[in-house]
């Protein structure tokens, strides 16, 4: 109507007036279009008291962010509502879920969009803003941990020895091999015995030194860095070739002494069992011994000096 009425160039505005512009006046807006002191907000939408040009940015309040811009749900299913507020040193409007100027309940995204910086993260009771190598929050945290980070983070705490946590004890992280139980339990997280060479802090139910346990093959393994295997009843580690439970290699007599504490053990003479009788001797064979010796011969001679098949 307006063009017919006015000429080309003529649109109608908000106010029902028909105004002279580069184009419609209707849902999207030319850029900086302006009519009786409205501007076009910043996605060109609808118009606003406000000049939205970038100018506004260089000393931007909530207020005049918002008047330029839109809001919209985060998700279908979500309350959260993102708006346009003033970046941190009031240079620019950010898209956040509440004004930067708030106290409390920060996100890592929001300290990093406020202050425009990928290295600000939220503190863990969320009430600060803190310049780290990484997030605050272990669960998502990529980079090992220094003191600084878990000064600022959790306050009084330090970098354990491994940088895989943060301790109440100082100068973890500088501490040098051998560690002991003590050291272990206190500096690292998860880690609570030391190697027996004090070299590692291990992930194990008990101490390398302790006894009156059941001890498995891999705590062995931990503790002994590979160089002691467990006894057959679990009572200890010992240093045999090979494994002493679920073996599948051939056994042999000082294996026995090794992976048993008790006096008498040796192999039969197929190396295929740990059993309490000398299979090595040349007489008084009972059929009881020729059969827990050798399945092969399982009966005692009649002089009894030797078994037979």
């Known amino acids: 109507?307006?063009?017919?009425?006015s000429g080309q160039g003529y649109f109608a505005s908000p106010l029902g007036f028909c105004v002279q512009s580069s184009d419609s006046c209707g849902i999207f807006l030319p850029k900086n279009s302006t009519y009786l002191g409205y501007f076009s907000n910043f996605d060109k939408s609808f118009y606003s008291l406000f000049d939205c040009s970038n100018k506004i940015q260089q000393n931007c309040t909530d207020h005049t962010c918002q008047q330029c811009g839109i809001s919209y749900q985060l998700k279908a299913s979500s309350s959260t509502i993102i708006n346009l507020y003033a970046s941190k040193n009031r240079a620019q409007c950010v898209q956040t879920y509440q004004s930067c100027s708030s106290t409390?309940?920060?996100?890592?995204s929001h300290c990093q969009v406020c202050n425009q910086n990928?290295?600000?993260?939220e503190?863990?009771?969320?009430?600060?803003?803190?310049?780290l190598l990484d997030s605050c929050n272990s669960s998502v945290r990529k980079p090992l941990w220094i003191d600084t980070d878990c000064q600022k983070c959790k306050k009084g705490q330090y970098a354990t020895f491994d940088k895989k946590?943060?301790?109440?004890?100082?100068?973890?992280?500088?501490?040098?091999?051998?560690?002991?139980?003590?050291f272990c339990q206190q500096c690292s997280q998860g880690q609570q015995y030391a190697s027996i060479d004090g070299a590692h802090c291990l992930n194990i139910k008990h101490s390398c030194k302790c006894?009156?346990?059941y001890w498995k093959e891999e705590e062995c393994s931990v503790c002994y860095y590979n160089k002691q295997h467990a006894y057959i009843l679990g009572t200890s580690?010992?240093?045999?070739?090979?494994?002493?439970?679920?073996?599948?290699?051939?056994?042999t007599d000082k294996d026995c002494k090794l992976c048993y504490t008790q006096k008498h053990i040796s192999?039969?003479?197929?190396?295929t069992q740990f059993i309490d009788l000398n299979c090595k001797k040349i007489t008084v064979w009972t059929e009881f011994e020729c059969f827990r010796c050798n399945s092969l011969k399982p009966k005692a001679s009649a002089n009894n000096n030797s078994c037979t098949a």
């Open 1 to 5: 109507m307006c063009q017919k009425c």
């Open 104 to 108: 409390s309940n920060f996100t890592d």
């Open 118 to 121: 990928s290295k600000f993260f």
């Open 123 to 131: 503190s863990l009771d969320e009430l600060q803003y803190i310049k």
């Open 165 to 182: 946590s943060c301790s109440k004890i100082a100068n973890c992280s500088s501490q040098k091999a051998p560690f002991n139980d003590d």
């Open 211 to 213: 006894t009156g346990v």
């Open 237 to 251: 580690c010992g240093q045999s070739l090979d494994l002493c439970q679920n073996r599948e290699s051939q056994l």
């Open 267 to 271: 192999t039969n003479e197929l190396g």
